[in-house]
Structure formats: structure tokens, C-alpha cells
């Protein structure tokens, strides 16, 4: 059976999810210490610039996400914006594996979703 695999280079490890999942919500009002802007700066730099932007030059993914906002109405902060992307990458965890029929249904939703997650999709599967 043909599947699509999750690059070795965007797998995390055991303890950086759990670290990931207990940060509080992303949401403008919660505040962050520095130990977690950190994570979310190291973990962004690993997954994403490294692999994703170092390869091809383009604008960072965060950058984009930046110029939208809260419906409250402030502006979305940087390590907000890394979290909107680490997010996507930490759901992916679950399911490093995609037959094709879950493949299929991954990619069509990036058609109607946002546009930084359909690039991230687009990096981090690989035909198996």
C-alpha cells in the first residue's frame, strides 16, 4: 500500500511535544516566560527555519501569519505566530504515517485552509 511519510527532519521528539502541549493557550492575553519563548524560538529555528527556509530562500512562514489579528484587535506578536505553524507541525506528530485515502484527505484541505499551513504540508510529506 502506498503511503506518505513524515520527513525524518520534521519528526519531534517525545519530550518536545509534551514541552509544546504544556504551554498555556495561545491567546493574546497569556503571557509567556522566558523558558517558553525560548522553546518556541529554539523549536521554530529547528523545524521550520532550518529545514523549510534555509532550503529555498522565501519569506518566513511566521512573518505572514504576523500580519493578521486577534479578533480582539491587537496584531499577532512573533512567538504567537511560530506557535500558529509548531502547532500545525505537533498535530502532524500523530499521524507521521498517511495512507493514501487520509493523504488525500490532508491535501484537499489545504486548499481551503490557510495558505502557511498548505506550505507546511507541502514540506513535510513525502511519498513512501
Known amino acids: 500500500m502506498k503511503t506518505y511519510n513524515l520527513l525524518p527532519e520534521f519528526k519531534m521528539t ?3 511535544i509534551e514541552m509544546y502541549n504544556s504551554l498555556p493557550d495561545n491567546m493574546p ?16 529555528y529547528k523545524y521550520i527555519t532550518k ?5 529555498n530562500w522565501s519569506e518566513e ?14 496584531r499577532v506578536k512573533s512567538h504567537e505566530a511560530k506557535r500558529f ?11 507521521p504515517i498517511l495512507t493514501m ?19 507546511l504540508i507541502s514540506k513535510v510529506y513525502k511519498k513512501g
Not at 497569556?30 to 522553546?39: S, Y
Not at 529545514?51 to 532550503?55: D, H, S, V
Not at 505553524?85 to 499521524?95: D, H
Open 101 to 119: 485515502e487520509e493523504a488525500a484527505d490532508t491535501f484537499l484541505s489545504c486548499l481551503t485552509a490557510r495558505p502557511m499551513y498548505a506550505k
Open 51 to 55: 529545514n523549510i527556509y534555509n532550503q
Open 61 to 74: 512562514m511566521y512573518k505572514t501569519e504576523m500580519c493578521e489579528k486577534w479578533p480582539s484587535g491587537p
Open 85 to 95: 505553524i509548531l502547532g500545525n507541525l505537533v498535530y502532524r506528530q500523530e499521524k
Open 14 to 16: 517525545k519530550e518536545e
Open 29 to 44: 492575553g497569556n503571557k509567556l516566560n522566558k523558558k517558553q519563548l525560548n522553546f518556541i524560538w529554539e523549536m521554530y
